[in-house]
Nanobody
Framework: VQLQASGRGLVQAGGSLRLSCAASGNIFSLHAMGWFRQAPGKEREFVAAINWNGHNTFYADSVKGRFTISRDNAKNTVYLQMNSLKPEDTAVYYC???????????????WGQGTLVTVSS
């Protein structure tokens, strides 16, 4: 599975942005998908995850109620809708694929290249 993230951008605080992650290969629908982020000088952290059929989603407390993860298996794509963005959401965002939805990055076998999101105050 190869992953290609897109949707990078600069947005003002309070604004919205949607990230997409397109997967190659015909086994996308068998994988749970996750989004992680890494801010400058910080470790990579969990943001959100969704199971293979989209029926179960998980969020970090810091984004709960503001971010929504979804997927379209027909398009081999997972999305991260980010609303009410804050300067502390500034980071490189990574999508990842794994056998089950997890908050742990080491549970994901496949990673996209990352896309930069910058939120100005």
């Amino acid at each position: 599975v190869q992953l290609q993230a897109s949707g990078r951008g600069l947005v003002q605080a309070g604004g919205s942005l949607r990230l997409s992650c397109a997967a190659s290969g015909n086994i996308f629908s068998l994988h749970a998908m996750g989004w992680f982020r890494q801010a400058p000088g910080k470790e990579r952290e969990f943001v959100a995850a969704i199971n293979w059929n989209g029926h179960n989603t998980f969020y970090a407390d810091s984004v709960k109620g503001r971010f929504t993860i979804s997927r379209d298996n027909a398009k081999n794509t997972v999305y991260l809708q980010m609303n009410s963005l804050k300067p502390e959401d500034t980071a490189v965002y990574y999508c990842a694929a794994g056998p089950s939805g997890s908050r742990r990055s080491d549970h994901y076998a496949y990673w996209g290249q990352g896309t930069l999101v910058t939120v100005s105050s």
